[in-house]
C-alpha cells in the first residue's frame, strides 16, 4: 500500500500530541505494521496463548501466535507450562503443525526429524554422527547452542500469558488491582470449554480493540442490546481503566431504570423500538452467577486479550493480527466445570448474542470493516476520540471513550510514539 | 422416508433462504425444535456451543426479527447448493438424514464466493398434517473460519 506519510520522517508524528486524535495511517502503513509485532507483541506484553483447560495434563500442547510468531504451548512433566516459538531450530519449519494434541515426552520437527523436549530444548538430531561414520554433524557442533527462542510464562485464574520479553512485570502488577480484581470476579473456579469459532474481520487489528474498549457505541450501534435492556448508556455503569491506559472493564449495573428516561429518544437514535420483542424471551432468562449486580462486564488486556461476560454467556476472544488490513478475532465459549445441564442449556442459548453469528455483536464484525474502507484515503487524517474529555482515567459513565484513549495512550508508550 | 420428499423438502427450505423469504424459514421446523450451527472440529470435541443455537421455533422467528429489524450487516445473499440426501436410518415417519451444503455468498459489490460448506444431519419428522419438518437441523460446516459476519442462516 503505497502511504504518502511516513510515520518515522515527522516530526511530532502523532498530531497535536493527544490521545485523543489518532492519525489513520497506523491503520495502513506497513512499516508501522511490522513494528507493532516487534515493539508490542513482542514487547513488553502479556500475550494470551490458551487456557489451562486446554492443556491440563503432561504433554497436552496447543499451537498459537503471539502477533506473528508462532508459538506451542506445552504442559511439562511437572506441571508448568512452557512456551517457546513454533520454529525447528534447523530449517525453520513449523515444529507443530495441528491447533493442538497430546506428545509423550518430544516434539519432532517432520522436516530432518529433529526432536525438542517439552521446555523447547534441542534434544535430538536425526543421523547426528552420520552414518557409518560418514557425514553428520560437525563434532564441535553445539547442540544446547540452538532452540527455538522461549517465551516466559504466567498464569491467572486459568488464562495463560505469554512474553518474548525478560523486562515485562509480573501480570499482577502489569493489570493492577483494578482489572485484576475484574478477572478473578469471573473466572473464580474451573472452566468448562463449549466451543469455539473463528472470525475473520477485513479491518486493522486496532479497530477491533478499539471497538471492544468503545463503551460509547455499544448501545448505538447495537439495537438488539438496547431494546431489551441489555445495556443501555442511561442504566447505571462504568468504565475502568489500568494506571498505563492498556487495560480497561466497562460493566452495566443490572437495577431498575427510570421509566421516564427519554434520552435516546430525545436524541432520535435507532436504537429506541419499544414494538420489538423476542418471541421465546427464554433467551434472556439470567441467573446472578457472581454475586453482585454486574449484569454485563467487557474486559480487555493489552494488547489482544478480551473477557466477556454478558449475562451468563462467558467467552474469552483473541486478536491476532493478519496484515494491515486484516486479522482473525478467536473466540472461545466457556461455562464452569459444576455447571448443572439448565445452566448449560442457559448459556448455549445466551451464545447467540455473541460471535459471528452474534445478536449483539455481529455489527462489530463489519463496523471495522467499515472505518477501514473509510480512510482508504485519508492516511493523514485523524480521527477524533473526545467524548468524555481528552484523559484515560476511569469514569462513572460509559458514555465516553475514555478507555479507547486509554489503548492509544499504551500504544504510543510501546511504539515509541 | 422417501429420498425424493426430503429432495424436496432442502430444495424448498434453500429456496426461501436464497429468495430472502426468511419469514417462511421457521416454518421448516417443528414447534419444539434444534437449530445449530456449528464446525466439524467442535463436533469432533464434543463441544456442544452453536454460532446460532434455538431450541424452538419461536427463536428461530427471533433470529429473523433480527436480521429484519435490529442487526446491521451489508447488504448480502446466499445461494444454497444442496447435495442429495442420505437416509441413515428411517423408521416409524421419522428419519436421521445426512445432506451436503455449499453456500455461497453474494455480496453488495458484486463479489461472490464460498462462504460455507458442510453438511447438515438432521431429524426429519412426518407431522399430523403430512408435512415433512425438521426436529433437528445441526448445520455441521466444515471449517471453523467465518468471514467477517453470519447474518442470515445456512
Known amino acids: 500500500m503505497d502511504i504518502p506519510h511516513d510515520p518515522r520522517s515527522t516530526p511530532g508524528l502523532w498530531p497535536e500530541d493527544s490521545v485523543a486524535r489518532v492519525p489513520y495511517w497506523v491503520y495502513q502503513d506497513e512499516e508501522n505494521y511490522a513494528r507493532e509485532l516487534h515493539r508490542v507483541f513482542e514487547g513488553t506484553t502479556w500475550n494470551f496463548v490458551c487456557l489451562e483447560a486446554d492443556i491440563p495434563n503432561k504433554g497436552d500442547y496447543r499451537t498459537n501466535q503471539v502477533g506473528a510468531l508462532p508459538v506451542i504451548v506445552v504442559r511439562d512433566a511437572n506441571g508448568g507450562i512452557n512456551c517457546f516459538e513454533n520454529r525447528c531450530a534447523h530449517r525453520g519449519a513449523l515444529i507443530a503443525f495441528d491447533d493442538g494434541g497430546t506428545i509423550e515426552n518430544n516434539f519432532k520437527c517432520v522436516y530432518h526429524a529433529w526432536s525438542y523436549d517439552l521446555c523447547g530444548n534441542l534434544r535430538g538430531i536425526a543421523f547426528e554422527r552420520g552414518i557409518n561414520g560418514v557425514g553428520g554433524m560437525p563434532k564441535d557442533f553445539k547442540r544446547d547452542a540452538f532452540c527455538p527462542r522461549k517465551l516466559r510464562t504466567t498464569t491467572l485464574c486459568g488464562l495463560v500469558f505469554a512474553t518474548l520479553s525478560p523486562d515485562t512485570p509480573p501480570i499482577e502488577e502489569y493489570l493492577g488491582a483494578e482489572i485484576l480484581g475484574r478477572i478473578r470476579r469471573v473466572l473464580n473456579r474451573p472452566i468448562k470449554v463449549m466451543g469455539r469459532f473463528t472470525q475473520a474481520l477485513p479491518n486493522n487489528w486496532k479497530l477491533y480493540v478499539e471497538n471492544v474498549k468503545d463503551t460509547y457505541h455499544a448501545s448505538l450501534l447495537h439495537l438488539f442490546f438496547g431494546t431489551f435492556r441489555i445495556t443501555r448508556l442511561t442504566q447505571g455503569g462504568g468504565v475502568l481503566v489500568s494506571p498505563d491506559g492498556g487495560h480497561h472493564a466497562s460493566y452495566t449495573i443490572d437495577k431498575a431504570e427510570d421509566t421516564k428516561t427519554t ?125 468524555g474529555g481528552q484523559t484515560t482515567e476511569s469514569q462513572a459513565t460509559r458514555a465516553t471513550e475514555a478507555s479507547v484513549r486509554g489503548f492509544w495512550k499504551a500504544y504510543r508508550h510501546h511504539m515509541g510514539y | 422416508m422417501d429420498v425424493s420428499r426430503l429432495v424436496d423438502l432442502n430444495a424448498a427450505y434453500a429456496r426461501a433462504i436464497d429468495t430472502e423469504k426468511f419469514e417462511d424459514w421457521p416454518g421448516f421446523f417443528r414447534d419444539s425444535c434444534l437449530y445449530k450451527v456449528t464446525t466439524v472440529d467442535n463436533v ?80 426429519v419428522v412426518t407431522e399430523d398434517d403430512g408435512d415433512l419438518r425438521f426436529a433437528e437441523r445441526v448445520v455441521v460446516c466444515d471449517g471453523s473460519r467465518f468471514d467477517t459476519l453470519v447474518a442470515i442462516p445456512f
Open chain 1, 263 to 387: 434520552a435516546y429518544r430525545d436524541q432520535g437514535i435507532r436504537t429506541e423500538n419499544k414494538d420489538y420483542k423476542l418471541a421465546d424471551p427464554s433467551l434472556l432468562d439470567t441467573v446472578r452467577e457472581f454475586g453482585d449486580d454486574i449484569q454485563l462486564q467487557i474486559l480487555s488486556v493489552f494488547p489482544g486479550f478480551i473477557l466477556q461476560q454478558i449475562h451468563n454467556c462467558l467467552a474469552v476472544r483473541q486478536v491476532v493480527p493478519r496484515g494491515t488490513g486484516e486479522m482473525d478475532l478467536k473466540w472461545t465459549y466457556f461455562g464452569f466445570a459444576d455447571d448443572s445441564p439448565e445452566m448449560t442449556r442457559r448459556r448455549l442459548k445466551q451464545q447467540n448474542l455473541v460471535g459471528p453469528a452474534g445478536f449483539v455483536s455481529m455489527e462489530d464484525g463489519c463496523v471495522g470493516g467499515f472505518v477501514q474502507r473509510g480512510i482508504a484515503s485519508a492516511g493523514d487524517q485523524v480521527s477524533v476520540i473526545e467524548m
Open chain 2, 44 to 123: 469432533a470435541r464434543g463441544l456442544e456451543a452453536g454460532l446460532i443455537y434455538a431450541d424452538s421455533r419461536a427463536m428461530l422467528q427471533d433470529r429473523i426479527s433480527a436480521l429484519r429489524q435490529a442487526n446491521i450487516y451489508e447488504r448480502q445473499r446466499y445461494r444454497h447448493i444442496v447435495g442429495l440426501p442420505t437416509i441413515l436410518e428411517s423408521r416409524n415417519g421419522t428419519a436421521d438424514v445426512e445432506t451436503p451444503f455449499l453456500i455461497v455468498r453474494i455480496m453488495r459489490d458484486g463479489k461472490m464466493e464460498v462462504f460455507a460448506t458442510g453438511c447438515y444431519r438432521d431429524k
